[in-house]
């Protein structure tokens, strides 16, 4: 039973497109982020969101949006793709704030390609 | 501003040899401080992590690190490695109340 899964797990896209990613999350955990991966292997937080509400929000381009319609899943939508956004993005999870030790649990990563 | 630095961005070792991965880090106020592993293809899992108390603290695999808070450094190591061991390492510091950040990565590569 994975833990915290993400789908699709490769994506190849034209410039322009718009696509989703999706993440669900089954250990009950309040707190679910998105991280992205470029391609020296650097990882750096875009957003966390804490029983639905958005807690950070990095400097991330507006084309970036995320969504949580429950606490275990947190969808990240991205319009009118551009090249630089080919990346990992992951999906982790964890305990909230008031108990965040900082363990967090990760997807097993989409990996984007934008052509 | 707090961060992270791993030194070395690639550490090729023999098999059953030991290993360090260095890590220094940079905070004005207490620090949180974990090793994560990525194996190829996979997401992150947490190897260990200092919160407090003892300075050696003990994590999965037979990895070890030492919090030297004089030296700002949280430096892993394992006395012998193994094959299974090739992948990529980051160190990463707690900031505020949710958020880690992460260092450059250290991929380690076992050689027979």
């Known amino acids: 039973d994975t833990a915290v899964s993400q789908t699709p797990k490769y994506l190849v896209t034209q410039m322009g497109n718009d696509k989703s990613i999706k993440c669900e999350q089954n250990l009950g955990h309040d707190t679910m982020y998105w991280y992205k991966q470029d391609s020296k292997k650097f990882l750096k937080i875009m957003f966390s969101?804490?029983?639905?509400?958005?807690?950070i929000n990095e400097t991330v381009p507006n084309r970036f949006s995320p969504k949580s319609p429950d606490k275990a899943h947190l969808n990240l939508h991205i319009n009118s793709l551009e090249l630089g956004d080919s990346a990992v993005y992951f999906c982790?999870?964890?305990?909230?704030?008031?108990?965040?030790?900082?363990?967090?649990?990760f997807g097993e990563g989409s990996r984007l390609t934008v052509l | 501003a707090q961060s992270v630095t791993q030194l070395d961005s690639q550490v090729p070792v023999f098999e059953e040899a030991p290993v360090e991965l260095r890590c220094n880090y940079s905070s004005s106020v207490s620090v949180y401080l974990f090793w994560y592993v990525q194996y190829p293809n996979q997401g992150l899992q947490l190897l260990l992590k200092?919160?407090?108390?003892?300075?050696l603290v003990k994590g999965i695999n037979g990895f070890e690190a030492e919090f030297n808070k004089s030296q700002t450094s949280f430096h892993l190591r394992k006395p012998s490695v193994h094959i299974s061991d090739t992948a990529e390492y980051f160190c990463?510091?707690?900031?505020?109340?949710?958020?880690?950040?992460f260092g450059q990565g250290t991929r380690l590569t076992i050689n027979p």
């Open positions: 990463a510091l707690k900031k505020g109340a949710q958020k880690l950040v």
């Open positions: 969101y804490n029983n639905k509400e958005l807690i």
């Open positions: 200092y919160l407090s108390g003892s300075t």
């Open positions: 982790a999870s964890s305990h909230p704030a008031g108990d965040f030790t900082g363990e967090l649990f």
